[in-house]
Every structure is written in structure tokens, then in C-alpha cells.
Nanobody
Framework: QVQLAESGGGLVQPGGSLRLSCTAS????????MGWFRQAPGKEREFAAA????????YYADSVKGRFTISRDNAKSTVYLQMNSLKPEDTAVYSC?????????????????WGQGTPVTVSS
């Protein structure tokens, strides 16, 4: 089992920045792929970003590419999502997910473990 705990969400003005953190505990060696997904009110959960420990590759949704950066600190079992130039449409609950090594990083079913989520609101 892997437990995930997110933090760092909050209220920010358009154009502002936030950094989300996701700390894993338990059988973290099984969590090669770490992803961030988000769900806006009334919408489906969607992929935002992912990173693989095995090769360090990162992946982004087109909607966040160039604004968001995913990184991981393996020693701390923590994954970060740096979000810059935030827009109102980025408002959502952001959830961290963990799973085995996969090429299908954008697919929810590739992940075995999910955090509770942290809310991000972008509003003036």
C-alpha cells in the first residue's frame, strides 16, 4: 500500500503561483509513476502532469504546458507541482496519484493509489 498526502492548495489571484506537494509513505518503491490530476466543479477528472522515477521523463497536458512544472525528490518521497501564470480555468481539486512504471501516464486507470486532493482556486 502507498499513502499519498497533498498540500499547498489555496486561493490565488490570476497570474499568481502555487506549489503543490505530494508526500508518499508505505511501499513507495512501487510508485514509479507519479501524476497530478485535477477535477473542476461539474467536470471529469483530467490529467495535468506526470513524472517517472525510472527515467525522469515528465509529461504535461497541453493546457498546462509551459506554465506548470512537475518534479520529484526521491529521498523525501515527494512530488511537487509548481504552477505559474495561473488562470481562473485552473481552478480545481488537484489530486496526486501513484502507480507502476507505465507509458500510459495520462490514463487514470494506470494509477493504483490516490490522495484526497487539495483545492486550488484562482480568482480575483
Amino acid at each position: 500500500q502507498v499513502q499519498l498526502a497533498e498540500s499547498g492548495g489555496g486561493l490565488v489571484q490570476p497570474g499568481g503561483s502555487l506549489r503543490l506537494s505530494c508526500t508518499a509513505s508505505g511501499r513507495t518503491f512501487s510508485a514509479d509513476t507519479m501524476g497530478w490530476f485535477r477535477q473542476a466543479p461539474g467536470k471529469e477528472r483530467e490529467f495535468a502532469a506526470a513524472i517517472r522515477r525510472s527515467d525522469g521523463n515528465t509529461y504535461y497536458a497541453d493546457s498546462v504546458k509551459g506554465r506548470f512544472t512537475i518534479s520529484r525528490d526521491n529521498a523525501k518521497s515527494t512530488v511537487y507541482l509548481q504552477m505559474n501564470s495561473l488562470k481562473p480555468e485552473d481552478t480545481a481539486v488537484y489530486s496526486c496519484a501513484a502507480g507502476p512504471k507505465t507509458l500510459r501516464v495520462r490514463t487514470k486507470s494506470s494509477y493504483n493509489y490516490w490522495g484526497q486532493g487539495t483545492p486550488v482556486t484562482v480568482s480575483s
